[in-house]
C-alpha cells in the first residue's frame, strides 16, 4: 500500500471494480479497498443490459462465449436479444426485443466479480487491499489554490493499522455503505418483496437467447440461461408469503400452473438436491450521490427492484459518469436525472405486473395491447429499460399511452364491455396509474425534493412511511 492516492473506492464489488479500471484508465492512482474479498452475493446479478456491456467492453473485460473450449474470462451467454413477456391471461408471449444491433449478456455474478478484481489487482495503477476495511475519513485544510485532500485510515488483512492520503473518496460498498454513513445520508430502505433463486440443468427454454418474463404466479418469474448447461429461474414473492420461502413443495405448486411442462420437470428436479436461495428485494431512491470529495455510485447510492434487471447498468454508468465528472457535484447532477426515468420504469411495471386489483389487471391489458400492437413503443420500452433513453417525456408519453389502451381495454370475459359495473370500477381503479406520467412530467427542482420521499408503491409517497406491497396470494388461497 502506498501513502498518496487520486482516489480510494471502498468496496471491490462489481461497481467499485469497474470504477478502479475507468479510474486507472484515465491515468488516476487509485486504492480498492474490499471488506469480503472471498463472499459474493448468490445470484444477485447476472443479467447486464446493453449500456452496461458497452462499459466492459470498452474496460476490455475479458467477455468468452460459455460454449467456447478454452475460457479466459467471464463466461457470457451472449445471445441476450431481449425479453419475453408471458401474460397471465395465457395470450401469446410478446417478444420484446433490444433495438437494432444491441445486446445485453448473463453469466455467473461470481465470475464477472472475480475476474475484475483480478484485473485490478494486476493493473498498475491499482492498489488492491483485499480483506482490508475503512475506520474514518478526514479532510485536511487547505489552502486557495491547493487540491483538497484528506485521510483515510485503513486496516489491512492482517490486523495493520495505515493511514493513506487521498483527493477522493468513492462509496462503491452496496446496500450497507459505511460512505454513507459518513455522509450522514438516511440508511433506512423498503421491503418490497423476496426473491427465491434456483439453478435448472438439462432444460431447452421456450424462446432461447431472451430473458422470460412469466406472469400469473404468486409474482413474476424470471428464466434467463447462464451457460450451455444452466438456466436460472428466479420467483418473487410478497414479504408476508413466508410459506413459500419456508416449503419448496408449496412453492412449486404455485407456480407450476404457470410454467412450461419442461420447466416445471426441471425444477422439480432441481428441488430435490437444492433449496431456492432467498434474497430480500429493497427500494431506497437513487436521489443521492454524494458530495465535496465523497461519491457513492451503485448500490451505495440506491437500488430498485431487480425485474428491470438495471442495477449493474446503472452502477457501471456511474463510474463512467463520475470519472468523466469535474467534481462530485457535477457528476450528482447529471447521475440523479440519467436514473429516474429507469427508478420509475422498474417501480411502475412492477406495479402493473403484480397488482390484483380489478384496476390493475386493466392496465395490464393495456400493456398487452400497446406492446403487440406497436413497434415503436416495444422499442421505446427496450430503449428505456437498456439505459439508452432516460429522457422523462419519453416515459411520460410511455405511460400516457399505456392508460389509454387500458381505458380503451374491456374485459374480454365480458359480453357487454362498458355496461358492466366490473368495467367502471377497474377504469376507477386505473385511475391512480396517471401518478406515473405526472411523475415523470415533474420539473427538475420539485423531482429532486420528492425523489428522495417516493416509494416502491408511488413516486408520491412518503417513502419512510410506505406500506408493504399488497400480497398478491393470501395463504389461505394458496392452501384452497
Ligand atoms: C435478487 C436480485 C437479483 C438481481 N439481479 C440483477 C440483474 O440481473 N442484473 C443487474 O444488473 N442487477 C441485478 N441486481 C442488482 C445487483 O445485484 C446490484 O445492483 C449490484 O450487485 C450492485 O453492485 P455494487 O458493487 O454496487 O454493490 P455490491 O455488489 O453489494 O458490492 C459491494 C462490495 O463492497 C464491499 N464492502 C461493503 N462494505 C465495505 C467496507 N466498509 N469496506 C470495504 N468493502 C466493503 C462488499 O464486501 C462488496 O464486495 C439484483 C439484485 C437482487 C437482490
Redesign the pocket.
Known sequence: MNVAYDVAI????????VAALSFARSGARCLL????PH???P???????PA?VRVLRDLQVPLCAANATVSSGVSVNPAGRGFVVFPEDRSAPISLDYPGELRGLAFE?HEL?NVLRGMAADHPLIDYAAG???NAWKPSRTTDGEAPTGTLTITDAEGAVHEVQTARVVG???????TRRLLGLPEQSTLISY?G?IRLTGVELPKEGYGHVILGGPGPVLLYRLSPEVVRL?IDVAPDQIELRRDPQLLLECVSPWLPDNIVEALKRALQTDRPVW???RFRPRSDYGSGPVAL????AG?FH?LT???????FLDAKCLVQSDSVSDYARRREAASYVPELLSNALYQAFTGQDAGTARLRRGVYRLWRGCAAERERLMRILGGEDTGCGSFASATVRIGWEAACATDPACPRPWQSLRDWQGLGLMSRWALWPLAGMLPGSVRRWMRPRSSPQSPFMSHRGAKAIEPQIRMAEIRD
Not at 479497498?33 to 469480503?36: T, V
Not at 462503491?172 to 459505511?178: E, N, Q
Not at 434487471?309 to 452502477?315: H, K, N
Open positions: 471502498v468496496g471491490g464489488g462489481p461497481v467499485g471494480s479497498i474490499e471488506a469480503n463472499v459474493v452475493r445470484f444477485a446479478g447476472e443479467w447486464l443490459h452496461g455474478h466479480v482490508a476495511r475503512v462503491a460498498d452496496g446496500r450497507s455503505s459505511w426473491n433463486g428466479s434474497m430480500p428485494n455510485i451503485g448500490d451505495a437500488y431487480p434487471a438495471s442495477g449493474m447498468t446503472m452502477g
